[in-house]
Nanobody
Framework: QVALVESGGGLVQAGGSLRLSCAASGLTLSRYSVNWYRQAPGKERGLIASIAPAGGLENYADSVKGRFTISRDNVKNTVYLQMNSLNTEDTAVYYC?????WGQGTQVTVSS
C-alpha cells in the first residue's frame, strides 16, 4: 500500500523559512518525478515545484523561483521543499504528488 505523508508545515512570520517533507512508503520516490502543489483558500491547486527521477532536474513556478528549493534524500525515500523568504501569499495547504498518489497535505500559514 502506497502512502505519501507530508510534514513540516506550520505558522511562520513573513520573511521566515520552513522545510516541508514528503515521506513515502510503498513507493520508491527515486524512480519517479515528485511534485509539490499548493492550494490557497478559494483558489485551485497549482504546481509549484517538481524534481525529475534521474539527474534530479528541478522546475519551479515563477511565484516561488529563487525562494523555494526541492530536493531528494533517496536513502530516506523523502523529498523536501525548502521554503525561504516566505510571504503571506504563500499561505496554503501544500501537497506532494508522485506516480498517481497524493499526500494528505500540510498547512502553511505565513503571518504579516
Amino acid at each position: 500500500q502506497v502512502a505519501l505523508v507530508e510534514s513540516g508545515g506550520g505558522l511562520v512570520q513573513a520573511g521566515g523559512s520552513l522545510r516541508l517533507s514528503c515521506a513515502a512508503s510503498g513507493l520508491t520516490l527515486s524512480r519517479y518525478s515528485v511534485n509539490w502543489y499548493r492550494q490557497a483558500p478559494g483558489k485551485e491547486r497549482g504546481l509549484i515545484a517538481s524534481i525529475a527521477p534521474a539527474g534530479g532536474l528541478e522546475n519551479y513556478a515563477d511565484s516561488v523561483k529563487g525562494r523555494f528549493t526541492i530536493s531528494r534524500d533517496n536513502v530516506k525515500n523523502t523529498v523536501y521543499l525548502q521554503m525561504n523568504s516566505l510571504n503571506t501569499e504563500d499561505t496554503a495547504v501544500y501537497y506532494c504528488y508522485s506516480f498517481g498518489y497524493w499526500g494528505q497535505g500540510t498547512q502553511v500559514t505565513v503571518s504579516s
